[in-house]
């Protein structure tokens, strides 16, 4: 296996996919790219960040999208699509650029070609993601589960779409981590291992 040089984290909403990023980008002294890229994405097509958030990682109806794009992007594709292609093109460049991690947005897909990349999945026990999802999110406990389904459902959709393959499969990936059993910090220091030790 070549050196690692970038891990894409790929988890279940609530499962603590984000931090661990962070913390195994901290370990390792990645960079660590999660809602950076939106910034990026929407720098790039001339629009506000805060819409860029709102299509990224989600499936939208294929009606023609009536917002203003710098030229040279087609107007004829819908903003997921074009959100999607962009990111990629994106992901692509800071990976060959440095060592980094990426959270979500199909990033295991989009380097698997391109360079050297572990690929985790990160999820959890319904009462972890449920403790999570109340703690960290805000969310009302009588709301959490119904979010937690509603967002687990539209990231496997958006994978799914874009990749062809199984969002939720251990098939799909090197590393498949439970967050709840081992914590945030114990996963993140299982990917740092995993790539410190690639060769």
């Not at 699509?81 to 979500?104: D, R, Y």
């Not at 380097?111 to 449920?130: D, G, I, M, Q």
Request: charged residues 25%; neutral net charge.
């Amino acid at each position: 296996m070549a050196k690692i040089r970038a891990v894409a984290i790929e988890r279940q909403y609530c499962s603590g996919g984000r931090e661990i990023a962070r913390l195994a980008a901290e370990k390792l002294g990645f960079a660590c790219y999660d809602k950076e890229l939106a910034m990026l994405t929407a720098e790039k097509m001339g629009v506000e960040p805060e819409l860029i958030a709102k299509y990224e990682e989600t499936l939208q109806s294929p009606f023609l999208s009536p917002v203003s794009f710098k030229t040279g992007i087609d107007r004829k594709k819908n903003m997921s699509e074009v959100i999607f292609e962009i990111q990629a093109e994106i992901i692509t460049s800071l990976a060959k650029q440095a060592p980094c991690i990426i959270v979500g947005r199909c990033a295991d897909y989009i380097l698997r070609n391109n360079v050297p990349t572990l690929s985790v999945f990160v999820y959890a026990n319904p009462e972890s993601r449920l403790q999570h999802a109340m703690e960290c999110h805000d969310i009302p406990y009588d709301k959490a589960s119904s979010t937690m389904r509603k967002m687990d459902r539209k990231r496997s959709e958006y994978y799914k779409l874009n990749t062809r393959k199984d969002w939720d499969s251990m098939f799909g990936y090197d590393l498949c981590l439970n967050s709840g059993k081992l914590g945030l910090d114990n996963a993140a220091l299982l990917i740092a291992d995993y790539v410190q030790h690639s060769i």
